[in-house]
């Protein structure tokens, strides 16, 4: 089991920035790939990015290419999620989850979930 935790969310202005954290525990965490999905309200749960397990690989949508960095920390156990220039449409809730495997889009293929952070973004 991994057990994970999610924070950093708040209500921020267009244009701010925001970083998350996803704090894990339990087995290593070394060993999983680890990404970060947004759900709006009323809307599925959608794929932001993804690191690799040693933090050598990335992966992003397109919308939030140039705006959003992932990055860990494996001394530290965490995953972070730096977001800049913010936009209204970036508000969710946000969750990280951790996979054997890295580059998995879809939340199927992620066994350990956070709690989920807000993250709202005003006009």
């Known amino acids: 089991q991994v057990q994970l935790v999610d924070s950093g969310g708040g209500l921020v202005q267009a244009g701010g920035s925001l970083r998350l954290s996803c704090a894990a525990s339990?087995?290593?965490?070394?060993?999983?790939?680890m990404a970060w999905f947004r759900q709006a309200p009323g809307k599925e749960r959608e794929f932001v990015a993804a690191?690799?397990?040693?933090?050598?690989?990335?992966s992003s949508v397109s919308s939030v290419q140039g705006r959003f960095t992932i990055s860990r920390d494996n001394a530290k156990n965490t995953v972070y999620l730096q977001m800049n220039s913010l936009k209204p449409e970036d508000t969710a809730v946000y969750y990280c989850?951790?996979?054997?495997?890295?580059?998995?889009?879809?939340?199927?293929?992620?066994?350990?979930w956070g709690q989920g952070t807000q993250v709202t973004v005003s006009s």
């Open positions: 339990g087995r290593t965490f070394s060993d999983y790939a």
């Open positions: 989850a951790a996979s054997r495997r890295f580059g998995v889009r879809g939340s199927e293929g992620y066994n350990f």
């Open positions: 690191i690799s397990s040693s933090g050598g690989m990335v």
